[in-house]
């Protein structure tokens, strides 16, 4: 998938969603993935950041 057909998706959701949720439903649906993104990008920040034993690599960049 690239670029343009990831930005048609989201927006084809986004409006999907805005249409068929109440305001209530698509804010809480809102903050629902927007935590999960955070989230499952702060689980691989944190996986690049560690090695095997738990400790942090030391790279200099």
Known sequence: M?????????AALTNYFYTELTKEEFICLSIFLNELSKSMFTTS????????????????K
């Open 2 to 10: 690239n670029p343009c057909e990831l930005n048609v998706a989201i």
């Open 45 to 60: 920040l944190f996986q690049d950041l560690c090695n095997k034993e738990g400790k942090f690599n030391n790279h200099s």
